[in-house]
């Protein structure tokens, strides 16, 4: 009995550790398929892509009653994956742009697993491929940590611009050498980090509190690749008409005076030889 109860659970353990890895958080949000500009602008082709909320406040890490928010789209390339981050602090608070940290400005940061590792503890921050850590900041300035961010620093692209207390963030991260396709899954966390004036006080995250996301991937939410649009037969096939042939007119030409004459002489040659004939 004992043997088959080992067994049992033996093949149960086998079963659980050839369970493919998925996310401990509940976020999921479909990129859509498309290429983008970035300059920290809202263009229209983002107006395609989901849209989700920035909602979870951190009450652990770092403990605030912050009252800001966001919202995030995600697009997907062959080349790159783009994230649109808008964030809004309600009025309540200015926007601090020259901390001179990476991460104690206002400023919204992806933690990222290119390859869809949701297993991953302080693997963000480690050296892991394809894992790590982007922002940029309201200056320009890039940023961020961990495996992924040494291979991209110099490729990844990013933009801030600032309105008033709201700011947009647009970022694109290179594959790699990845082969990425409709279905391919990605792991990532979307953090706002907050600032009031005297430093970061506050913590905003898409997919799980508190935030750890920066640092396991554990944490992390879904991004799938959604497929490109289906493209119809219309579009993919011009409709080509050629024109009909245009109609050969061929028109008498007026007469002129010198015809004319020419039909009178011969008009008067006729009559001659008929008169002629008749007087034999």
Known sequence: MRKILACVILVILC?????PSVAASNAKINAAYGTVVIDGKVDDAW??????EILLVDKEVIPSETKTTGKFRTMWDENYLYVLIEVDKHGVEVITTTAGSENTDDCAELGLTMNGDFTGSSNISGDVPYAGCVRVLADG???GFGNLYNAVADSFLGAMIVNGTTYTAEYAVPWQDLKVAAGHVASMEVQINDNSGGGRDGLVTWASTPCHGWRD???HGTVVLAAAPAVTEAETEAAVT?????EEVVSAAPATADTAALTAAVLILSLAVVAKKKTK
């Open 15 to 19: 079963v659980i550790t050839s369970l």
């Open 47 to 52: 107006l395609a892509a989901e849209q989700q």
């Open 141 to 143: 300035t890039k940023g």
């Open 217 to 219: 991937s554990l944490e």
């Open 242 to 246: 050629e024109p009909a042939p245009a």
